[in-house]
DNA sequence: AATTTAATTTAAGTATGCTTAAATATTATT
DNA sequence: AATAATATTTAAGCATACTTAAATTAAATT
């Protein structure tokens, strides 16, 4: 299958899962930066190839096929994240670039390889699940939204949900890594903004960014 | 540029060096596994990009950016077969067949950090120069095909010029490896072939192979 | 409920990188 | 040197993955 039919099936399980979003051809337009025409001549080609159903003027949904493929892509998207990240210690931004273009170029084969190599890891460097060869993901659940968290409280940092490279840069600059520890000084309500103290240094985060950073709460 | 022009710069370049093929469109044509119309019409459309120089029923040149796309590239290629081989121990056929997919989709700045990963190598797992990042080259001037050795002296293998499966699959099978010693016992000129002790195995290599096989003259 | 706004679809068209078939030029053979 | 064989080029056509513009449908607003 092309670069462009697997990266239409990734925008669609992707805007799926977060569900802010719907799948309707537009919505998959625009993350994809093509027109809604294309969109929508897509979406018919790939009913017809059986990796989605499209009816007109409703939203997109994957078949099992479609979702197989979807993760397929995103397993290698994150197996190259992790494995660059860890031998070239390039930051959360590059490994992202590169692993979108590698993970269409990845036989199933160096999937696994790769895998073996890093110990068949459950988690990329962001902290997002990477599906196992036979298309299962693990599932996330005690983690919350950084937004949904209470004063006072420790955490630690289980996923930095973004591919934008200015909030990975703001990441960098502040010590937000997956796997550290934050403790949340004050939540603002009204402002939706929430102040954590990390590496002694306190920051305040906006909506944008309380709702893609997510946290555990910490054991002790 | 496209993957079909990254390959149809590379195969040119690589039908000059070996000079036993010419670069006229026919022959890149054949190598790349596509009709003599798409090579003379891809010809005539990579002239006009100054990649190469096109005169009707001539030989194809590359001119110097032309030459230096077709080095970038095979810098990719020869450093991920590198990689691969380093983490995966996977097979010199296995390693070609995914560089040839990966080198397309490899940024300049990732070339070089597995480069710095591996060392700077000047040579790659069959022995093949690995260009730097200006496009230069180390040229091998000391070693030489298997066809031109003399009967009872041992040699080092310096280099297993193929892409072919069944020739890898036999040197897996027999020991020929990149840095590995022989002993030629038998130069049978008429029929152009050899035969070599290695592993205490006396093998005998027909022309298509010992032309293919470079060694460089054992200093013991 | 009617109207405005927005999204979606259809239609027509484009660039890339191929194909096959026919025409033309080159190379090899006698 | 003429002819046969081979290579190259031209021409016409196709699939993919896009585009813009116009038409249609759905959703939001008044």
């Known amino acids: 299958m092309s ?5 239409f099936v990734k925008a669609i399980y992707k805007n799926d899962k977060n569900n802010t979003n719907d799948t309707k051809p537009g919505n998959i337009a625009k993350k994809l930066g093509i ?3 294309a969109a929508t001549d897509m979406a018919k080609k790939l009913a017809s190839k059986n990796l989605l159903k499209y009816e007109k003027y409703q939203a997109l949904q994957l078949t099992d096929e479609g979702t197989k493929m979807a993760l397929n892509v995103i397993r ?10 860890k031998l070239f210690d390039m930051s959360l931004h590059e490994i992202h670039r590169e692993a979108e273009l590698l993970e269409h170029e990845t036989s199933n084969f160096l ?6 190599y890093l110990g068949n890891p ?7 699940p990477i599906p196992n ?7 996330i659940d005690n983690s919350i939204a950084l937004s949904n968290t209470q004063e ?7 996923r930095l949900m973004s591919d934008d490279k200015e909030f990975f840069d703001f990441c960098a600059l502040n010590g937000l890594k997956y796997g ?8 603002f309500n009204k402002n939706k903004m929430t102040q954590i103290t990390i590496n002694n240094n306190n920051i305040v985060l906006n909506e944008d960014f309380t709702n893609i950073i997510y946290v555990n709460e910490s054991s002790y």
Chains 1, 2 share one sequence.
């Open 35 to 37: 027109s809604n025409a």
């Open 133 to 139: 060869a036979h298309g299962e993901i693990t599932t």
């Open 76 to 85: 290698k998207h994150r197996l190259w994240e992790a494995l660059l990240f």
């Open 180 to 187: 550290n520890s934050l403790l949340v000084t004050k939540q």
């Open 152 to 158: 006072g409280k420790t955490y630690i940092i289980s």
């Open 122 to 128: 459950k988690f990329d460097p962001h902290g997002d």
């Open 3 to 7: 670069v462009a039919i697997e990266n």
């Open 111 to 116: 999937a696994d390889r790769i895998s073996e």
